[in-house]
């Protein structure tokens, strides 16, 4: 199975990802988790930061 995001989830996830505090990593590997849980009507996709547990919701409710 293979999850992708769309140009507009990309979108949206570059500008919530602005708003953040920034690191003081030298490399943000690892800072983002990003899930897909299939359901029987669509794909759920979250962010999450690992740094300050802020979540964005990427999901797509209006093509299920």
């Known amino acids: 199975m293979k999850f992708e995001l769309t140009p507009e989830q990309v979108a949206k ?3 919530w990802r602005k708003t953040l505090p920034p690191s003081s990593l030298k490399y943000t ?7 897909f849980n299939p359901t029987g009507i669509g794909t ?5 930061d690992n740094k300050s ?4 919701d990427l999901t797509e409710y209006e093509n299920w």
């Open 53 to 56: 547990k802020a979540e964005l």
């Open 13 to 15: 996830f570059e500008k």
């Open 44 to 48: 759920i996709v979250k962010v999450l």
């Open 29 to 35: 590997g690892g800072r983002y988790t990003i899930s």
